[in-house]
């Protein structure tokens, strides 16, 4: 680069000129090969395609005779005009089948295309066309171009497969004269350019020293115009550009004498130096007027300045005292401005009421006693608390204070609302009103004190705020001791009134689990049959399952309870679930009690498919029944002592009662087949696990099991005691949506007559609430505990 910096105008125009012509050449010779190159392959494609149409032709003419598809005679009769190529010596024409398989060819009869080809033939979804792909040719890879056309009644396809190499070969004779071109007009170009800059690199050498005079600082005489191009163009200005220099020169002496009303114009409005000493004159016109504006300036920010360090420490006094602190700011703030009167609102909240109290108000040098209450959005002051910015007004409504403001009694002139927020959070607002207008300077000085008297007003409202927080906080620690002194006294009874309850919880859950392993069900149909029963309904009633079948359900209700029934029934078929206890007599007079729930299935078209009876046999419950509510009495006298202890224990007797409703209203239902597929869980699955329907039915309970996962022996003794008859009771916790969910499982096998395992029936209940309750619980008494022990 340094050494093309230092070469004359010509040699770089020779050696910038000629290189780019040879460029240009080139590339033209570049673009004319690429597109020859181009031409000549898209004509060997059409001409293949003729190739291929001709082929079809005679394909047609034989098919005529052979009969319909590909046949040995076809293949006898075409492979003459496949054993020579079509125009060049390897795009031999073939037939190729839909799978890629070269039907006749005469050198790859039997091979295949490669997979990748006729798969992208396949997705081209086009009966002809052609595609790039790599082919070996004499034990060379190369890349080649497939024309191809499909022919329906040989369900295959007529190709040429033709190499770009021997197409292009009659290009390269082109390419070598095309070289030579460039080669000559390069030359020819090299000459023309030098003999045209040699008379202007001449010229170019007398301005050149001119302008190093000039780059000196000289003046240097005018230069001689021999003609009227470009460059005696330039000589003409370069003559001009002395002379204005001459006259600017002159100029300049003249300000150096400080004579600025000397006459002087610029050699154009683009006369940069003219122009520049013209603006240095008016410059030193203004001077003065600037250096009078700083001082002025200077005067305002001492004045601002001063006032901040002012109110500052105004802050840091009194700040213990809300109402003195305010009279004390407004005071000074109004004389400081030399305003009239003033006054401070303060932002306060009470439950959903949101308000300005006037908390200090001064005019005319004296406090003025006054009470004010403004409404957000009310007013001038009001609204300028809901948009936190200022409002500045200079023409101040006749009757404006004794509507809003009730600041004093004189109409202002000019009126300044600022409001005092801290982080985009409002405390109050400030309202100063004068005679005299204020100027911005004074408002941004207000708005800066506004946030400093924020900060402070935040500062007291929060020291007010903690002394009432501690006195409050003394209070409840008496009272707190008076609580443990009282918690003390009942600590015996609540550790009694524990051991007691723990018993009746054991024997609410021994109650709970027997319940959920005795549950009984039948099908119905809409006038009452029993359509399908389970073991245990069997068991139940003394009847087998052909016996029950076909058996109306209203005949094994005892008389007393048959009109009832008949009321129920009417309900269940309105699409109505009830819960009821049935008195059933069963084979031999077997009198049974069961409570039990009736529910209406209904398919999409809302047409009634059959009736679910779904119980528990609760006929040994009533030999407990007086045991149980003398238990129950012993119960209630304990828990009533204490408040937590008798919700906790309403809280199981709820439990208890809605247990025993409709079971799809109240348990979790699966329905699993003897490989572990699920076919059905219910609703209550659904809301209590937060699984879809359609994420666990159809799936194998061992591939969402966590004790199948984590524990397969585990798994596998429970799984392999199901397939013996046995049932299986599991308890497990997980999270759902963040919260715990604990679930007791009671896993039915149903077996078939011949004692193989039909169906497993998991009937699960939520116990989430009353793990939280023992929870709970244990935790109150383990505290009470410590309690006791300090």
């Not at 079809?56 to 005679?73: P, V």
């Not at 005079?213 to 550009?241: F, H, Y």
């Not at 996962?709 to 005691?721: I, M, T």
Request: proline share 3%; with cysteine; hydrophobic share 40%.
């Amino acid at each position: 680069m340094k050494a093309f910096a230092n070469m004359k105008l010509a040699q770089k125009v020779q050696l910038a000129i000629i290189p780019l012509m040879v460029v240009l050449f080139a590339f033209a010779g570049l673009i004319l090969n690429y597109f020859s190159r181009t031409r000549t392959i898209n004509n060997a494609v059409k001409e293949a395609y003729v190739y291929i149409d001709k082929l079809i032709d005679i394909a047609n003419i034989i098919e005529q005779k052979t009969g319909k598809g590909l046949s040995s005679n076809d293949i006898f009769e075409l492979k003459p005009y496949f054993a020579k190529p079509a125009f060049n010596k390897t795009d031999f024409p073939s037939l190729i089948s839909r799978n890629g398989e070269y039907v006749l060819h005469i050198t790859r009869q039997g091979a295949r295309l490669p997979m990748k080809t006729i798969q992208e033939i396949k997705n081209l979804k086009a009966n002809e066309g052609f595609i790039y792909y790599q082919d070996i040719t004499d034990d060379i890879t190369e890349n080649r171009i497939l024309v191809y056309k499909y022919y329906k009644p040989y369900n295959a396809y007529f190709a040429i497969s033709v190499s770009p190499t021997e197409v292009l070969e009659q290009v390269k004779a082109n390419r070598r004269a095309m070289i030579a071109i460039v080669f000559l007009s390069s030359l020819i170009s090299a000459l023309v350019v030098w003999l045209l800059l040699k008379p202007i690199t001449k010229q170019l050498a007398h301005l050149s020293v001119r302008l190093k005079q000039l780059a000196q600082g000289e003046i240097p005489p005018t230069v001689k115009v021999t003609d009227r191009s470009e460059l005696g163009t330039l000589a003409e200005s370069l003559n001009s550009l002395i002379d204005g220099l001459k006259g600017t020169t002159e100029f300049a002496r003249q300000i150096e004498q400080n004579k600025l009303d000397f006459d002087f114009k610029p050699l154009s409005k683009n006369d940069q130096l003219g122009l520049a000493l013209l603006q240095m004159r008016e410059s030193l016109k203004r001077a003065q007027q600037e250096e009078a504006k700083r001082k002025k300036e200077d005067d305002i920010r001492t004045w601002i300045n001063a006032g901040l360090a002012k109110f500052g420490d105004i802050l840091r006094q009194n700040n213990n005292n809300l109402n003195l602190l305010a009279d004390n700011v407004i005071q000074n703030l109004v004389n400081y401005l030399d305003a009239n009167q003033g006054g401070i609102f303060m932002f306060k909240e009470y439950e959903s009421e949101k308000h300005l109290e006037l908390l200090s108000a001064f005019a005319y040098n004296r406090k003025k006693f006054l009470q004010k209450s403004i409404m957000l959005g009310e007013g001038l002051v009001g609204t300028c608390a809901v948009e936190k910015q200022t409002i500045y007004l200079k023409e101040i409504p006749s009757d404006y204070i004794a509507i809003t403001s009730g600041l004093g009694e004189a109409t202002p002139t000019s009126l300044l609302i600022v409001p005092l927020k801290l982080e985009d959070e409002i405390f109050g607002v400030i309202e100063i009103a004068s005679f005299n207008e204020f100027a911005p300077y004074q408002i941004e000085f207000v708005e800066k004190v506004s946030e400093s008297i924020a900060s402070t007003l935040n500062s007291v409202k929060n020291n007010i705020r903690t002394r009432e927080l501690l006195e409050q906080s003394q209070q409840q620690r008496e009272e707190m001791a008076a609580q443990e002194e009282e918690m003390r006294q009942n600590m015996e009874e609540m550790q009694a009134t524990q051991e007691e309850m723990q018993r009746k919880n054991l024997e609410l859950e021994i109650i709970t689990s027997a319940i959920n392993q005795s549950l009984v069900s039948c099908s119905l149909n809409d006038d009452g049959f029993i359509v399908d029963s389970n073991l245990v309904f069997q068991e139940m009633t003394g009847y087998s399952k052909a016996e029950l079948e076909g058996m109306l359900l209203e005949s094994l209700i005892v008389d007393s309870q048959r009109e009832e029934f008949s009321k129920l029934w009417k309900s269940v078929l309105n699409g109505q679930p009830i819960n009821t206890t049935l008195h059933l007599v069963g084979n031999n007079g077997r009198e049974r009690f069961l409570l039990a729930s009736l529910t209406p299935g209904f398919d999409p078209m809302g047409l009634l498919i059959k009736i679910l009876l779904v119980g528990h046999d609760i006929t040994e419950s009533k030999k407990l029944e007086l045991m149980t509510q003398q238990q129950a009495k012993e119960i209630e006298k304990n828990i009533k002592r204490i408040k937590e202890e008798q919700e906790i224990s309403n809280l199981r007797h709820r439990e208890m009662e809605t247990l025993l409703k409709a079971l799809d209203q109240n348990c979790l239902v699966t329905i699993i087949e003897p490989d572990g597929l699920i076919t059905y869980i219910n609703n209550k699955n659904v809301e209590v696990l937060g699984d879809k329907k359609e994420d666990i039915e159809n799936r194998f309970i061992q591939d969402i099991d966590f004790t199948a996962k984590n524990k397969p022996k585990e798994f596998e003794r429970f799984w392999k005691s199901l397939h013996k008859g046995i049932k299986q009771t599991r308890e497990f916790s997980l999270d759902v949506k963040g919260e715990t969910r604990w679930v007791l499982e009671n896993y039915t096998p149903i077996m078939d007559e011949s004692g193989n395992l039909y169906k497993i029936i998991n009937i699960a209940l939520d116990i989430t609430e009353n793990k939280r309750k023992e929870m709970e619980l244990n935790a109150v008494i383990e505290q009470l505990k410590q309690q006791l022990k300090k």
